[in-house]
Nanobody
Framework: QVQLVESGGGLVQTGGSLRLSCTASGRIFSIMAWYRQAPGKQRELVASISSGGSTNYINSVKGRFTISRDNAKNTVYLQMNNLKPEDTAVYYC???????????????WGQGTQVTVSS
């Protein structure tokens, strides 16, 4: 079973930046991804990255967010720039298989990290 630990969230003003980290232990699949869940909404896939470095993003974060990974450290990052209030959510990572946007997570969900963007 894959265990995931997210960190790096916080409170920032509109236009600010944050860098999230997620370290995985156990079996790591080829795809690592970031999700987010805003209050009252379903969890949504935000970005993914393959073991070879291919990346995908939802339209609302393209040009602002960058996903990267360090395979040696089993860690995935999410650099978030020009943050907007609508980015406010709990952010989670996971690892699994699939082709964008049909990603199937196999890890146990961690506690996530809260990102709050004030206007």
């Amino acid at each position: 079973q894959v265990q995931l630990v997210e960190s790096g969230g916080g409170l920032v003003q509109t236009g600010g930046s944050l860098r999230l980290s997620c370290t995985a232990s156990g079996r790591i699949f080829s795809i690592m991804a970031w999700y987010r869940q805003a209050p009252g909404k379903q969890r949504e896939l935000v970005a993914s990255i393959s073991s070879g470095g291919s990346t995908n993003y939802i339209n609302s974060v393209k040009g602002r967010f960058t996903i990267s990974r360090d395979n040696a450290k089993n860690t995935v990052y999410l650099q978030m720039n020009n943050l907007k209030p609508e980015d406010t959510a709990v952010y989670y990572c996971n690892t699994g298989l699939g082709s964008w946007p049909n990603f199937f997570p196999y890890g146990s969900w961690g506690q996530g990290t809260q990102v709050t963007v004030s206007s």
